[in-house]
């Protein structure tokens, strides 16, 4: 048994569903099918029954999930042992978002825990960079939002959340219990200066060309709202000002929390961090 096919079982059995665990291994579905067949030929019994809805671990299955879980654990450990005596004992995560998120937290508990020799620096950036420097070379990690270009990285969804529109307290707007973007569209709208990656600044303004105060940081966004009402955007359950308050929004997509990774980086401490991440966030 490779690794790999163990990776791919683990998420198929994580998933109970074969569209989903190839969505989450960035990988076309028919040879994730192919890949799990042969690992149940090659172990003589099946692992998943398979319906039309879904798939469901046998017995063995279940098995076979708890082993290799616990295998590729300690082959995350080993990976980044080896690359500790080599002298990569330290990851550089870039972070965009909360810091008060509970997924992350648990996640900083998790690593510590699989890595407790290993340092970790973190870079917090502003808003003007979705990838948190990873595509100049200044963090091997990212923990951040989509959307944004993907060409080049790897990047794994770990949660999806509402987002709403950030107001002042005294708004009319904020009186109500959801709002549509068309109810906002003769209103201010923060923006990001225009060498902002163009996916992720699209998203933020409500799919189209908005008027208002350029910002760069999340204080620099509740300002703008606070001092000249203008509309923010966030996802719902982040920590605000009294003063400020966060109305759901019916038509706008959930802003996606992600990893990523340089593609084709051979760093197994990122990769360790990767699979924590994704525990991490499900729980």
């Given at each position: 048994?490779?690794?790999?096919?163990?990776?791919?079982?683990?998420?198929?059995?994580?998933?109970?569903?074969f569209?989903?665990?190839?969505a989450?291994?960035?990988?076309?579905?028919?040879?994730l099918?192919?890949?799990?067949?042969?690992?149940?030929?090659?172990?003589?019994?099946?692992?998943?029954?398979?319906?039309?809805?879904?798939?469901?671990?046998?017995?063995?299955?279940t098995?076979?999930?708890?082993?290799?879980?616990a295998?590729?654990g300690?082959?995350?450990?080993?990976?980044?042992?080896?690359?500790?005596?080599?002298?990569?004992?330290t990851?550089?995560?870039g972070?965009?978002?909360d810091?008060?998120?509970?997924?992350?937290?648990?996640l900083?508990?998790?690593?510590?825990?699989?890595?407790p020799?290993?340092?970790i620096?973190?870079r917090?950036?502003?808003?003007?960079?979705?990838t948190?420097?990873?595509?100049?070379?200044?963090?091997?990690?990212?923990?951040?939002r989509?959307?944004?270009?993907?060409?080049?990285?790897?990047?794994?969804?770990?949660?999806?959340?509402?987002?709403?529109?950030?107001?002042?307290?005294?708004?009319?707007?904020?009186?109500r219990?959801?709002?549509?973007?068309?109810?906002?569209a003769?209103?201010?709208?923060?923006?990001?200066?225009?060498?902002?990656?163009a996916?992720?600044?699209?998203?933020?303004?409500?799919?189209?060309?908005?008027?208002?105060?350029?910002?760069?940081?999340?204080?620099?966004?509740?300002?703008?709202?606070?001092w000249?009402?203008?509309?923010?955007?966030?996802?719902?359950?982040?920590?605000?000002?009294?003063?400020?308050?966060?109305?759901?929004?019916?038509?706008?997509?959930?802003?996606r929390?992600?990893?990523?990774?340089?593609?084709?980086?051979?760093?197994?401490?990122?990769?360790?961090?990767?699979?924590?991440?994704?525990?991490?966030?499900?729980?």
């Open positions: 048994m490779e690794l790999r096919t163990l990776r791919y079982f683990v998420a198929v059995a994580e998933e109970l569903h569209g989903r665990a190839a989450r291994l960035h990988m076309s579905q028919p040879p099918s192919r890949a799990i067949r042969q690992l149940e030929t090659g172990l003589g019994t099946p692992l998943l029954h398979r319906s039309a809805t879904g798939v469901a671990l046998t017995p063995a299955g098995t076979l999930l708890k082993e290799a879980r295998l590729l300690h082959a995350d450990q080993v990976r980044a042992r080896v690359a500790a005596t080599a002298g990569v004992a990851l550089t995560v972070i965009l978002g810091g008060t998120d509970r997924g992350a937290a648990r900083a508990a998790a690593f510590r825990r699989r890595h020799g290993i340092g620096r973190v917090e950036t502003g808003l003007t960079d979705p948190c420097g990873l595509r100049a070379g200044l963090v091997d990690i990212a923990l951040t989509a959307p944004f270009d993907e060409t080049g990285l790897t990047v794994h969804d770990l949660r999806a959340d509402p987002v709403g529109a950030v107001l002042r307290a005294d708004d009319p707007l904020a009186r219990e959801q709002l549509c973007l068309a109810d906002l003769a209103r201010q709208w923060f923006r990001f200066p225009e060498d902002t990656d996916e992720w600044r699209t998203y933020w303004n409500g799919g189209r060309s908005r008027r208002g105060p350029v910002v760069r940081a999340v204080q620099e966004c509740l300002h703008a709202v606070l000249n009402g203008t509309v923010g955007m966030a996802p719902l359950g982040h920590r605000l000002p009294a003063e400020l308050t966060v109305v759901p929004l019916a038509d706008m997509p959930p802003s929390v992600v990893v990523a990774t340089n593609e084709g980086d051979p760093n197994p401490l990122a990769d360790s961090f990767v699979a924590l991440a994704k525990s991490a966030y499900r729980t």
